[in-house]
């Protein structure tokens, strides 16, 4: 494999590359929801508020919100398997030291710190598919690759409904072994993959991939922000802590067939801009999960709005190279749409929980709302600028 790294990639090469860059993805969406399942375990150990706590779930992706588009257009070119693995050992290490944290002053620091190794596994996922994969098993690998998020908040949810047995401290250790599998992967069986091309002097902009990356952002910003409502929504409704991570495991798994559905629909022919219309499904099914009384009835929301949020979140990661200009743009178009996402799952948790906290379910419905149809707009919006310009 290191050989001819340019080369057409053979079958077992790219089965490789797509399993170990999904399992470092997956590593990287267990550290975004480590703390969501043991959300009131870890608030009452540390005296934090349900503001800070919220905080707590989403501030790993604070690095990337601030640097991943100047880290994307700067690891482009070098060897990516290198890269995929420093990002994964961060991500270990930091994990073992939020598991043993003795204070707050320690576990937020280390959070964010990981957040530089969630920045590198997630930059550099997308261009080591695309310079290991020809382009058909590329697009289905990005369609795979959008789902990590959901699917590795899904396997900390699982852990995190243990903890009222372990404590949360060691199902947060427990959390950090994907990272230790996928590293030792990643290094037996990606090295010496390079981006193809060298890499451009300046970052070659594109307008669409703005639009493209703000749609995206407000997406992730929905899909993330009710996986972390959902503890709090069944603590109102009586719900034991057990049942509430039983749910959220099933609830984030529920994006994965989301995604897949959509990479199946696209190689099939169907355009982006008419799969992107499921989103007007989201506040309906958001409704469903904030304001019903039965807890099936705000599983079967919360589940609904996943499946679509994972429909539209790899329409969405397959757009890139629709939208952008040139292959030059890729880079750019990725780094946007990893910042611009990020910053949505760090913004959305504590926002949504202060929203609610003071104005109740109904303004969350409202607000899921407008951001969809802002989401909707700025992505076709994307779509007509680049339209018009070819």
């Known amino acids: 494999m290191t050989d001819t790294p340019h080369g057409p990639p053979s079958t077992s090469r790219e089965r490789a590359a797509v399993l170990w860059v999904y399992a470092s993805g997956i590593a990287a969406g267990i550290s975004v929801g480590r703390f969501i399942a043991v959300e009131a375990q870890v608030g009452a150990s540390f005296h934090m508020s349900s503001t800070q706590t919220a905080l707590l779930l989403s501030a790993v992706t604070a690095v990337a919100a601030a640097l991943a588009l100047p880290v994307a257009v700067r690891v482009k070119g070098a060897d990516l398997g290198r890269t995929l693995r420093r990002g994964l050992l961060i991500l270990l290490v930091a994990g073992l030291v939020q598991a043993l944290a003795p204070t707050s002053a320690v576990i937020f ?33 990005l369609a795979l690759w959008s789902t990590f998020i959901p699917v590795g908040i899904a396997a900390a949810a699982a852990l995190g409904s243990i903890a009222d047995v372990t ?25 010496g993959i390079d981006a193809p091309g060298e890499r451009p002097r300046s970052v070659s ?35 034991s802590p057990g049942t509430s991570g039983l749910t959220a495991t099933v609830v984030s798994l529920a ?77 750019f178009g990725y780094g946007l749409l990893i910042q611009t996402g990020s910053l949505g799952t760090l913004l959305g948790p504590p926002s949504f ?38």
């Open 109 to 141: 620091p280390a959070r964010v710190v990981e957040g530089t190794g969630y920045l590198l596994v997630t930059v550099t996922g997308p261009m080591l598919l695309s310079a290991a994969c020809t382009p058909a098993v590329e697009r289905w690998g």
């Open 205 to 239: 902009w594109s307008a669409g991939a703005f639009r493209l990356s703000l749609a995206f952002c407000l997406v992730a910003l929905l899909g993330v922000s009710v996986l972390s409502l959902l503890p709090r929504l069944a603590a109102d409704r009586g719900i």
């Open 255 to 331: 994006s994965v067939p989301g995604g897949l559905l959509a990479g199946r629909l696209m190689s099939i022919g169907w355009r982006p801009q008419r799969l992107v219309l499921a989103a007007l499904a989201i506040p309906c099914a958001a409704a469903c999960a904030f304001i019903a009384t039965w807890w099936w009835s705000v599983s079967a929301g919360a589940a609904l709005l996943l499946v679509d949020n994972g429909l539209i979140l790899a329409v969405m990661y397959a757009s890139v190279p629709l939208v952008v200009r040139s292959p030059r743009a890729l880079a």
């Open 353 to 390: 929980t202060l929203l609610i906290s003071h104005l109740g379910w109904g303004a969350a419905i409202l607000l899921t709302t407008v951001l969809t149809l802002l989401s909707l707009a700025s992505f076709n919006s994307a779509f007509t600028k680049r339209l018009g310009t070819a």
């Open 167 to 191: 404590g949360w401290r060691l199902t947060a250790g427990l959390t950090v072994l994907p990272s230790a599998v996928a590293f030792i992967g990643v290094r037996t069986r990606l090295t």
